[in-house]
């Protein structure tokens, strides 16, 4: 039976799917911000800095895991905050600005999902693509065809951000179920520290 290590692995986050997605949204983040929100503005700034935060705390989070499962937790759900403040800042740019703010079912959210990018390139190549098509969604009808505005790059961009954001927050969600039953089930770094111990001192 292989022993139990005093610290296990841990790191690794940049293989984390959460990770990658949450990187993905601050590139994004920051992108958009330059382009549509004032640069000297707070909520610039404030958009910016909630995008950091949630590709920071997942980082710290899993180099935390190894002696503290409650502050991997902590961290997760800090990073999982960050991005509710972060699509709340989208929601309220498009609502200021009279944009719409597309449905869950619109097609052109499972789109943006199933096309899976992993660079904030091939998302600015999505959104010039949906500019260009002037689609309304998964019937593909033309939006000159329906009597509807065609979609403007901000509008665009940000519900992509707000996609992305979705996406990631699920990520994260399950994430925090996975660390929550781990760490019930095994305890943290104290209880191991006990297993550990005992090992040794009952071992011939």
Request: aromatic residues 6%; glycine residues 6%.
């Amino acid at each position: 039976m292989t022993e139990e290590p005093l610290i296990p692995a841990h790191g690794g986050y940049r293989k984390l799917r959460s990770f990658q997605v949450a990187q993905l949204v601050y590139d994004l983040t920051l992108r958009f911000c330059d382009r549509y929100v004032d640069q000297g503005s707070r909520t610039h700034d404030q958009m910016v800095q909630a995008a950091r935060s949630g590709v920071q705390n997942i980082a710290e989070g899993s180099e935390v895991s190894a002696t503290s499962k409650k502050m991997e937790i902590k961290l997760t759900q800090v990073a999982r905050a960050s991005l509710e403040e972060l699509r709340l800042d989208y929601e309220d740019f498009l609502r200021h600005r009279g944009l719409p703010l597309w449905p869950p079912k619109d097609g052109r959210r499972q789109n943006l999902v199933d096309r899976r990018c992993r660079t904030v390139e091939q998302v600015a190549a999505w959104v010039q693509e949906q500019h260009e098509s002037g689609r309304s969604g998964p019937s593909g009808e033309a939006m000159a065809s329906t009597g509807s505005t065609p979609s403007t790059y901000p509008e665009i961009a940000a519900n992509a951000a707000l996609t992305l954001i979705n996406v990631t927050a699920a990520l994260l969600d399950r994430q925090i179920a996975s660390q929550a039953a781990t760490f019930e089930k095994e305890g943290g770094f104290t209880e191991r520290l006990y297993r550990v111990r005992s090992r040794k001192r009952h071992s011939p």
